[in-house]
């Protein structure tokens, strides 16, 4: 069946839906504030925050493995939520090759989410799978399909508070950045493995994760990243916290050029609460990144001082700082240097705005383009509720990876990256919503011309599309 076709269905099948919805009583919501921002948590937390449920607080500890969230709105409730959107955009220069003439390609986009959750007395399950695909319609050779899932599993006992997080995706480029699909899939900025904040059941802080902040050309790569915790209430304001990360970064058949690698983290914190708001907290960690088929590999050792700052629906702070010592090797030998690790990230919804903030300064793998890197990146969002129907959310970063200095004294290479998108959404009825979107994404480095299938290099490209969303009621369990 032929695209247009296929989307003149889904606009009949939306108009059709309009009449029978129930009119939306929006007159508790005129005040809500808007998504807080790029969320991987399994709410969709435009839909969520203006539904005015009481939420529940965020019980992560300070000195762990996770973000602070402004907390949960599923009071205690079994569920199942399906969300479905389409759109047509188009792009410039979607290979992604670097000095690329920006020619025009035009794509359909659908796409789903699929959130279940599952709460009892002691434990909350939430799983979500978010996935779709880029269907071109000049050069079928650009086809491509993009996948994500998130389990999070949290267990309370009398003191103990007990964590298991997992995060897949399969994307065809850097996760740092993809958020755009989000926009012009209508199901909300951000996507797995971005960073982000908003409401939910527990966000993996990055710097735990593999990562991927350097734009290449086009290619499949494979994400995993899986984390335990566990958290012991020595006191009523007093925890000790452990926990335990294992990533890989893969590229897929094509992917000649990409290097691929994996790391194992480990931490120990102590938390202490000044106030029912205030907690300040002490950690260390040991992080080793090791790649296939190269003796380059290098370990971390972080000491880091947090504070950290909760108002449940409110505000969600965490700020974190001291220095790492990192421990790089090659074949040639050895080399120790410290860097200053820093990290923060905000949350804070007030009237009818939302606003996300994150960023941090570590060592990182180096997003399977150089044998690890001194990273700094940097995420943005805002959103806002404009009137009853109309709502406007944007999101933006910007990274800038440089490698370790070698054994050589070699020049070390270094990448910038920054995008930035902008979307529009109009709810018709309960259900049905329309959205506009713009990105762009842009990135500069000093390393020379490449040859290998992933080139990271100087290149620019832009995405702007509209589309539908379909949004049916959650399924209570």
């Known amino acids: 069946m032929n695209r247009k076709i296929s989307l003149l269905l889904v606009w009949i099948l939306a108009v059709a839906f309009v009449p029978i919805a129930k009119p939306q009583d929006t007159s508790s919501q005129s005040n809500a504030p808007a998504s807080s921002g790029p969320s991987q948590s399994v709410n969709n937390s435009e839909t969520d925050q203006s539904s005015g449920a009481q939420m529940q607080p965020d019980t992560h500890p300070l000195a762990g493995a996770f973000l602070f969230t402004l907390g949960s709105e599923m009071e205690g409730r079994s569920y199942f939520q399906p969300e479905f959107s389409v759109s047509e955009v188009g792009q410039t220069n979607a290979h992604y090759i670097p000095n690329a003439k920006q020619s025009l390609s035009t794509a359909t986009i659908p796409m789903a989410r699929l959130s279940l959750v599952h709460v009892s007395r002691s434990n909350e399950f939430a799983a979500s799978y978010m996935g779709g695909g880029f269907i071109y319609n000049n050069d079928t050779s650009l086809d491509t399909s993009f996948h994500g899932l998130m389990l999070n599993d949290t267990l309370q006992l009398r003191r103990w508070h007990l964590s298991i997080a997992d995060l897949f995706t399969y994307l065809p480029q850097a996760a740092f950045g993809f958020g755009g699909v989000g926009s012009f899939g209508g199901l909300g900025s951000g996507f797995f493995g971005g960073f982000g904040f908003g409401t939910g059941w527990g966000q993996i802080n990055p710097t735990y994760t593999p990562g991927q902040t350097i734009l290449t050309s086009q290619y499949s790569v494979y994400s995993n990243a899986a984390i335990a915790q566990a958290s012991y209430s020595a006191t009523p304001r007093t925890s000790i916290n452990v926990a335990g990360s294992y990533g890989t970064l893969q590229a897929g058949s094509h992917g000649a050029g990409f290097i691929n690698g994996n790391n194992a983290m480990g931490l120990i914190g102590l938390d202490h609460q000044l106030t029912p708001k205030d907690t300040i907290g002490v ?59 820093a990290s923060g990230g905000l949350s804070y919804a007030w009237g009818r705005n939302s606003l996300g903030l994150y960023a941090a300064r570590y060592a990182s793998g180096g997003s399977g383009v150089i044998p690890g890197a001194q990273t700094t990146s940097v995420t943005g ?33 270094h990448y910038g990256y920054w995008f930035g998108n902008l979307s529009l959404n109009r709810n018709f009825g309960r259900y049905v919503s329309f959205f506009v979107g713009y990105e762009y994404q842009r990135q500069t480095t000093n390393s020379g011309p490449c040859t290998a299938r992933v080139c990271a290099g100087n290149l620019a490209t832009q995405v702007f599309g509209l589309g539908f969303t379909f949004t049916p009621r959650p399924l209570g369990l």
Do not use: C, D, M
């Open 283 to 341: 950690l260390y960690s040991y992080g080793t990144f090791h790649y296939v088929g190269l003796p380059e590999s290098f370990s971390s050792q972080i000491a880091n001082f947090a504070y950290g700052r909760k108002i449940t629906g409110r505000l969600a702070l965490q700020l974190y700082g001291g220095p790492e010592l990192v421990t790089f090797r090659t074949a040639l030998g050895s080399r120790n240097q410290t860097y200053v690790n």
């Open 381 to 413: 969002s805002w959103g806002r509720r404009l009137t009853r129907k109309w709502n406007i959310r944007s999101y933006g970063g910007y990274s800038r990876n440089a490698s370790f200095k070698q054994l050589n004294n070699s020049v070390a290479t």
